[in-house]
């Protein structure tokens, strides 16, 4: 269990849980009174464990940020509150890595990622803003 968060007026709590194996990641919200779970966002790779990176929120209450590899590809989707898929934040045949900096007031998002400038050692880190 990783990334627990108290939404709102407290009587749920969102959380994300990993299979044994470490190749399905789902972001649930637990009842707090009946104990009813409810599975917002479920990740899956195959023949691989899932590195998850934490949850960002971009204000309270309301979106959040979710790193994926369904593209093959690590990089971070916009998802709305009920753990509906709004966008790609980052797209792309490189990696994101990991999220520096959210600035509400100018609504950008520093990160850190490897892989996509060409020419260069693919591991080697940069800074970049959306």
Known sequence: LQDV???????????VRRD???????????????????TLLTDVIEGASL???PIRYLKKGGDFLWW????????????????GEKRPLTTGQW???????????TQQVWFAGHGREPGEQPYQMHLYRV
Request: glycine letters at 10%; zero cysteines.
């Open 68 to 83: 994926s590899r369904k593209t093959g590809w690590g990089m971070y989707y916009v998802y709305g509150f009920d753990g």
């Open 5 to 15: 968060h108290w939404p709102l007026n407290g009587d749920k709590v969102r959380l």
């Open 20 to 38: 044994r194996p470490q190749r399905a990641l789902d972001f649930i919200e637990v009842d707090v009174a009946t104990g009813a779970i409810k």
């Open 51 to 53: 590195d998850p990176k």
């Open 95 to 105: 990696n994101t890595h990991t999220i520096v900096r959210i600035d509400s007031t």
